[in-house]
């Protein structure tokens, strides 16, 4: 496998960071996770605005212009021969003294990994997965604002450890006024039931998700539903939802780059269907991937189509 590190692609075994790297040493830095469908990145200009959106958060320089960082995220795809992969591009502030003050570090280390893409076993679509509400409260968009993706992933990992230890495979976090926020790396939406029929196809309820305000991540993915579900004709509601709000829902179900939408057949003691609405949102993702050609024109000169 070869691995970008800041100027070019160098085999794995070399990629190496230094043990001064305030990525390191504090978790300082900044990461987007992107997936490749069919050598096409989707949603690229999406991530690289999130990734500068963070940087710019944190005060942090990217040492490459949006041109450079998706011409470097082509190279690493091509030099590995990838057409259905993840790609993790890591920006940290880089080498430095130890001590907290950015400017010790001079220069950021831009890393870009780029691997095949593991499916997630199927069952966890057809049955869903399963689901607790952590005691571990999100961090406060006053504090470490969800909306940058940060490497500090501290308060993700206790809820990850939390569902662990519970036997669930995600968590997601109240934040510290008692509302829902997110998955530990995925936003989490659910259906309100007993709302009567809509008129366009008939189905009922309404799709609920927090706001961007309870503090959340925008998830991409999560921009995606809520596009092809007001398109779909259904009710939207983007607030302030409490832990009972999930537990009286008809469907509930988690998106991110890679899970896409994932349904939830337990959050808690209370179980759920793999009900129609998350049928039609996974089916009309599916429909946008298929469709998307953001960047691909790019791809295609650099890596053949399949035979
Ligand atoms: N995680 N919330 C959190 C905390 C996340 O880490 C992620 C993404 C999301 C969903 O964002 P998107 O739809 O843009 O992928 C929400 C990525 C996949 C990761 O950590 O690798």
Redesign the pocket.
């Known amino acids: 496998m070869l691995v970008y590190l800041n100027k070019g692609l160098v085999p794995a075994s070399d990629a190496k960071v230094s043990v001064f790297d305030h990525g390191f040493l504090y978790g300082d830095g900044i990461y987007e996770?992107m997936r490749v469908y069919d050598g096409v990145v989707f949603m690229l200009d999406e991530h690289v605005k999130?990734l500068y959106r963070s940087a710019s958060r944190i005060r942090l320089g990217i040492p490459k212009n949006i041109a450079e960082i998706k011409s470097a995220i082509y190279e690493t795809l091509k030099a590995n021969s990838l057409r259905n992969a993840y790609v993790?591009l890591t920006v940290s502030r880089g080498y430095g003294p130890i001590g907290l003050d950015p400017e010790l570090c001079k220069e950021p280390t831009f890393v870009i990994i780029a691997d095949e893409f593991r499916e997630y076993p199927e069952k966890y679509y057809k049955n869903g997965i399963k689901l607790i509400i952590a005691g571990t409260r999100r961090n406060l968009k006053e504090a470490v604002n969800?909306q940058i993706?940060s490497l500090n992933f501290l308060n993700?990992i206790l809820a990850k450890i939390e569902a662990k230890q519970k036997g669930a495979y995600e968590a997601v976090m109240l934040n510290a006024r008692g509302y829902l926020t997110?998955?530990?790396?995925?936003?989490i939406f659910f259906v309100t039931p007993h709302i009567p029929p809509l008129s366009r196809g008939g189905r009922g309820g309404v799709l609920c998700t927090p706001s961007v305000d309870c503090g959340?991540?925008d998830?991409?993915?999560?921009k995606i539903i809520l596009e092809s579900a007001a398109a779909n004709g259904l009710k939207i509601k983007e607030g302030k939802f409490k832990k009972d709000d999930i537990y009286n829902a008809s469907e509930v179900f988690i998106?991110?780059?890679?899970m896409e939408v994932m349904p939830v057949c337990k959050v808690d003691g209370k179980r759920y269907k793999v009900g129609p609405i998350t049928k039609l949102l996974r089916g009309e993702y599916k429909k946008q991937v298929m469709n998307y050609s953001g960047g691909g024109s790019v791809m295609r000169k650099v890596l053949p189509l399949p035979s």
């Open positions: 996770t999130r993790r969800p993706k993700n997110e998955g530990t790396i995925c936003n959340i991540l998830g991409i993915t999560r998106t991110n780059t890679t």
